[in-house]
């Protein structure tokens, strides 16, 4: 990546858009286990930080399942050389001990990234696919899907925010 390339991006281009969710969010969190009904809803609040001169945004992030507190941490970016979304993520209640890296085209406006996670027994993986959406300044959709080995999509997590300040 060139300086000039990043510097570009950065006024005008995928670094730019990145650059439109950094700060402090409130909202809700929604989990599905199945597609029917939502398996709970709670609060969330997060903070997305630009780091790196702009590189990439830190999310960092605290919610509920029931009584069971949530911490999470993703890192979002846009490697300009392979015209690429990337984001690497771990969570105390979602990724286990796994670190899990998404990658999606740069051809998608939307950070849409895709990665996968073993069942725990041996099985084949399953993906998970990460979507993020700003409808404008002060909104930020988070949607999550899960993919079953046969390519079966549904939604797994929901964040909505709402800019704070």
Request: proline fraction near 5%.
């Amino acid at each position: 990546m060139g300086k000039q390339a990043f510097e570009a991006s950065l006024a005008e281009g995928r670094h730019r858009d990145l650059a439109r969710m950094a700060g402090d969010w409130s909202g809700s969190f929604r989990l599905w286990f199945t597609p029917d009904e939502p398996a709970c809803e709670a609060p969330q609040r997060g903070r997305i930080r630009s780091v790196l001169g702009g590189r990439f945004l830190l999310h960092e992030y605290e919610s509920r399942f029931n009584d069971e507190p949530i911490e999470g941490i993703a890192l979002y970016g846009f490697h300009l050389d392979e015209n690429a979304w990337q984001t690497a993520w771990v969570e105390s209640f979602g990724t286990g001990t796994q670190l899990m890296f998404c990658a999606g085209s740069g051809d998608d406006p939307r950070l849409n990234v895709l990665g996968s996670y073993g069942d725990g027994q041996g099985g084949p993986p399953w993906g998970w696919r990460t979507r993020l959406e700003q409808p404008d300044d002060d909104t930020l959709v988070i949607t999550m899907f899960n993919i079953t080995p046969a390519g079966e999509e549904a939604k797994a997590v929901e964040t909505r925010y709402r800019r704070i300040g």
